[in-house]
């Protein structure tokens, strides 16, 4: 006789969670921000209004625990498919593959600078909006620290992360003619490691 797997209370509010996200995720990419509704978002995931604001205070805030998610899963990504590569080059010509990808779908980048709009127009813009994406930079700039010497990194890790990221995804790059996002990507981090991923001479001491 098969015994039944009896969910912990925990593990049952985590999987409620994990389905209202994942349902948030397909209707605000189909009606967009503004149109998906907490109801749309519940009922899609097989759950009552209730059982939403059981997790959620509101849209608001589940759309703000996507984006975290989906930012730290970029850097995930990113970490995967660079792999062992230490080379600065190979490690340029896959972030800027990855970069080129990543902007072809841009729902991600429009759908945070909704949230931001909305937000500053309810006046609940705060904290947590603006260090959204802080971890995600960080990690990434971290990687990209790497091919510097440890006195000549052009920036901090937070800044060069951000670099491509705002590349990636500025929505107006995803709706231009020209130069792709990945090519751009490319350059700026080029650039930077041929102007500062020598190390430095040292200095010579007076005699």
Known sequence: ?????????EESRALTREKLLASAR????????????????????????????????????????????????????????LGDTKAPAGMIEIIGNWASQRASDPSWGLLALELFRRARRDATFGERHSNLFRAQWRGLGE?????????????????????????????????????????????????????HGKKRPAARKAV
């Open 26 to 81: 397909e209707v605000v990419a189909r009606e967009g921000y503004e149109s998906a509704s907490v109801e749309r978002i519940a009922e899609e995931a097989g759950f009552s209004k209730g059982a939403f604001y059981s997790n959620f205070n509101s849209k608001e805030e589940i759309i703000l625990e996507l984006l975290e998610s989906h930012s730290l899963q970029d850097v995930k990504e990113i970490t995967e498919l």
């Open 1 to 9: 006789m098969s015994r039944v797997t009896r969910l912990t209370r």
């Open 143 to 195: 990687i990209l620290l790497t091919m510097f010497p440890a006195d000549a990194a052009p920036a901090d890790a937070e800044t060069l992360g951000g670099i491509v990221f705002g590349l990636t995804y500025g929505s107006a790059s995803s709706f231009k003619s020209g130069p792709g996002v990945g090519e751009m990507v490319k350059v700026v981090l080029s650039g930077l490691h041929g102007a």
